[in-house]
């Protein structure tokens, strides 16, 4: 039996999706200098088709604003205009407000007990990020090969291991399709 699930996305939606586009507007993605709009509307899809609500949805499109688009002040923004259920989810999904980043591991760690603490939301936004973001990456590799690991700080051992982790965690914590997604598209790369 097909799940339906019916998410009326409203002005608030679209308000959101102008704000993404602007915050993002000049920015691309690492290996393929795609506009990186296309990765938070891919993040948004991928909620809303594992049955996310709006303020998912809307945390979807916002989900890198944080980190890349001007840290807390962003953030103050995005509770300003969206409210504090969205703005969690975004927290949740943040690895950093404030420059200069944490080292790599560090980070990284304290973004898996974040997760692992997160709510469901969270986790579900930051699923479907992942899974965006190994797509782009399985398909970056099949492109250009080896070259692309040298845009990573970390190197293929470190996202690997990331990736691995990923996995592992939203096994214990989601039950969504998109985790055993997650792991072919990196089952792929390796």
Same mark, same amino acid.
């Given at each position: 039996?097909?799940?339906?699930v019916?998410?009326?996305l409203?002005?608030?939606f679209?308000?959101?999706?102008?704000?993404?586009?602007?915050?993002?507007?000049e920015?691309?993605?690492?290996?393929?200098?795609?506009?990186?709009?296309?990765?938070?509307?891919?993040?948004?899809?991928?909620?809303?088709?594992?049955?996310?609500n709006?303020?998912?949805? *809307?945390?979807?499109?916002?989900h890198d604003a944080?980190?890349?688009q001007?840290g807390?002040a962003?953030?103050a923004? *995005?509770l300003?205009?969206?409210?504090?259920?969205?703005v969690? *989810?975004?927290?949740?999904?943040t690895?950093?407000?404030?420059?200069?980043k944490?080292?790599?591991?560090?980070?990284?760690?304290?973004?898996?007990?974040?997760?692992?603490?997160?709510?469901?939301s969270?986790?579900r936004?930051?699923?479907?990020?992942k899974l965006?973001?190994?797509?782009?990456?399985?398909?970056?590799y099949?492109q250009?090969?080896?070259a692309i690991?040298?845009?990573?700080?970390?190197g293929?051992e470190?996202i690997l291991?990331?990736y691995?982790?990923l996995?592992?965690?939203?096994?214990?914590?989601?039950?969504?399709?998109?985790?055993?997604?997650?792991?072919?598209v990196?089952?792929a790369?390796?």
């Open positions: 039996m097909v799940k339906t019916t998410v009326k409203t002005e608030r679209e308000k959101a999706l102008v704000y993404a586009n602007h915050l993002h507007a920015q691309i993605r690492k290996v393929s200098g795609v506009p990186y709009v296309s990765h938070l509307l891919s993040v948004t899809a991928l909620v809303l088709e594992d049955g996310g709006e303020d998912e949805a *809307i945390a979807a499109l916002l944080v980190e890349d001007g807390v962003t953030r923004e *995005i300003k205009l969206f409210g504090e259920r969205v969690t *989810i975004v927290d949740g999904c690895e950093f407000d404030s420059l200069p944490p080292p790599w591991k560090e980070r990284k760690l304290r973004y898996l007990e974040q997760l692992r603490q997160g709510s469901a969270v986790r936004v930051a699923l479907a990020d965006h973001n190994g797509r782009s990456l399985l398909s970056d099949q250009q090969g080896e690991w040298s845009v990573f700080g970390a293929r470190g291991w990331f691995h982790s996995i592992s965690l939203f096994r214990q914590t989601n039950s969504s399709p998109m985790v055993e997604e997650l792991a072919r990196i089952g790369l390796e």
